[in-house]
């Protein structure tokens, strides 16, 4: 007679006392179980790092960071900067960030960009950002700026990419 009810109250006191998962812990393991994106996080263009697998945020200048299993658009492969003396011109800006992030998408990707099907962008401020930089000393004048710079891959046949392009050599 006592067995039943004590068995019952640790069952009780099992229910209220052990903690349970709470349902946003469950949502992100069961995308990340299944590939679904369930919480990507919204980062500021000039924190993105090599490796993160983003979507462009409608909303503005942030991106949506995501598992790379997800459906993405891009995928980060560096980060570096471009210095000048005021703003270049979008020509000179495009000849700069060519020169610093096909070398890594040859780096990132494991083939040339011309043997690849493969393409990169690259993201940089605007006119308006540019000159507003802080400039860095230097020895002579004039004082040069440094703008960041970020380089990603993307897909030319496909809209949405649903994994990871490092070392995918296409």
């Not at 980060?79 to 703003?87: D, H, I, K, N, Q």
């Not at 700026?145 to 990603?152: D, E, Q, S, Y």
């Amino acid at each position: 007679r006592w067995g039943g009810r004590i068995a019952g109250v640790l069952v009780a006191l099992a229910f209220v006392f052990v903690p349970l998962p709470s349902s946003g812990w469950l949502l992100w393991n069961v995308g990340r179980v299944f590939h679904v994106d369930v919480m990507p996080i919204q980062v500021y263009w000039e924190d993105l790092q090599p490796g993160m697998c983003v979507r462009e945020d409608p909303n503005g200048t942030d991106y949506l960071v995501v598992d790379c299993n997800a459906e993405h658009q891009e995928e980060v492969i560096s980060r570096s900067t471009l210095a000048s003396v005021g703003w270049p011109g979008d020509a000179a800006v495009e000849d700069m960030a060519g020169g610093k992030c096909k070398p890594a998408f040859a780096t990132y990707v494991g083939l040339e960009l011309d043997e690849s099907r493969l393409d990169f962008d690259f993201v940089t401020p605007d006119e308006s950002g540019w000159n507003s930089l802080k400039p860095i000393p230097v020895l002579r004048w004039p004082m040069i700026g440094r703008a960041t710079l970020i380089c990603t891959v993307w897909d030319l046949d496909h809209d949405q990419i649903t994994r990871a392009l490092r070392g995918a050599h296409e």
